[in-house]
């Protein structure tokens, strides 16, 4: 198994430019969701699923659209980039709700 | 989150105990759990423990839980260089497999 994989590993945008962060996991968990790392601020919750078709609004959803097509994939849209989304992009799975397997991060840069 | 509280640095030296502390103000969490982040990568899940338990002991790591203080603290004895890292508290938030983190404490340990 590959776990969780996100791609890219680094990405620099400039402000207003649009792109979506990849995320796959192959260990067929119903639970899917993204978090944003900022220093001293710990991982925020984006966006999340509890499975295909379904998805949620987090605790900082504002700039991010999210879908969940199939059960493996769950990609994070970035509409409109501004500074204030550099951070480093988290990716996690999970079957039992709480016990969340993370992906090794995408860090986004936005000029 | 602000309701999950930690300190963001701690330095030891191997050999030496390290204790992580978080504070938490939902007392109805069923479960807390700790995180550990190595440089570069991803959180893995260390170790959880329920909140009707007062202790979890699991080799090396200890968890204490305090819910009149609604305390939670890390323990891990014979800290060696290896466990240099970033350790985040959570707990559940609402349903739907999310989860709140705190803003991580960077422990170093020094030879």
């Known amino acids: 198994n590959a776990g969780v994989t996100q791609t890219p590993k680094f990405q620099v945008l400039k402000t207003g430019q649009s792109m979506t962060l990849q995320c796959a996991q192959d260990m067929n968990h119903e639970y899917m969701s993204w978090y944003r790392q900022d220093p001293g601020m710990g991982l925020r919750l984006i966006h999340y699923s509890v499975g295909a078709g379904i998805t949620d609004q987090g605790e900082v959803p504002n700039g991010y659209n999210v879908s969940r097509s199939t059960t493996e994939d769950f990609p994070l849209r970035l509409l409109s980039a501004a500074p204030s989304q550099t951070s480093v992009y988290f990716c996690?799975?999970?079957?039992?709700?709480?016990?969340?397997?993370f992906g090794p991060g995408t860090r986004l840069t936005v000029t | 989150g602000e309701d999950v509280e930690q300190s963001l640095f701690l330095s030891v030296r191997e050999g030496d105990s390290s204790v992580i502390n978080c504070t938490y103000t939902?007392?109805?969490?069923?479960?807390l759990y700790w995180y550990k982040q190595e440089p570069g990568a991803g959180l893995q899940l260390l170790t959880y423990i329920f909140s009707n338990m007062d202790m979890k002991q699991d080799q090396r790591l200890t968890v204490l839980l305090n819910k009149k203080d609604k305390h939670l603290s890390l323990r891990i004895a014979d800290t060696q260089t290896g466990d240099s890292a970033i350790y985040f508290c959570a707990r559940p938030y609402n349903q739907g497999g999310k989860l709140i983190f705190g803003q991580g404490t960077e422990l170093s340990v020094k030879p």
């Open positions: 939902d007392s109805s969490s069923t479960y």
């Open positions: 996690a799975s999970a079957h039992d709700p709480y016990e969340q397997y």
